[in-house]
Nanobody, 123 residues
Framework: EVQLVESGGGLVQAGGSLRLSCAAS????????IGWFRQAPGKAREGIVC????????YYADSVKGRFTISADNAKATVHLKLNSLKPDDTAVYYC????????????????WGSGTLVTVSS
């Protein structure tokens, strides 16, 4: 059974930082791209950062470029997302998802999803 488990969410003040983690099990980790998505209240889920765990290629949405950093630890089948310079607009539930053999952050193209972790940024 494939499982993706997110951790690291919480409440932080604007300008602060958090580190999210996504631990994967039940899949061949380096055959998948892992993406981070977020969904704010009343808004559609959006892909913000993705990494191909085999070649390390990454994608960052413009809204987070320069503030968020993704990294993969293939030995531990875990992807980390460092969130810096957080803004109230970053408040959302953050999900990780896996896509077999892919590169992208397409919400409709992911094969497995975690249950999410809430990030709340206060002003």
């Amino acid at each position: 059974e494939v499982q993706l488990v997110e951790s690291g969410g919480g409440l932080v003040q604007a300008g602060g930082s958090l580190r999210l983690s996504c631990a994967a099990s039940g899949l061949t980790f380096d055959s998948y791209a892992i993406g981070w998505f977020r969904q704010a209240p009343g808004k559609a889920r959006e892909g913000i950062v993705c990494i191909n765990t085999r070649d390390g290629k990454t994608y960052y949405a413009d809204s987070v470029k320069g503030r968020f950093t993704i990294s993969a630890d293939n030995a531990k089948a875990t992807v980390h997302l460092k969130l810096n310079s957080l803004k109230p607009d970053d408040t959302a539930v953050y999900y990780c998802a896996a896509q077999y053999g892919g590169y992208g952050c397409n919400v409709n193209g992911m094969d497995y999803w975690g249950s999410g972790t809430l990030v709340t940024v206060s002003s």
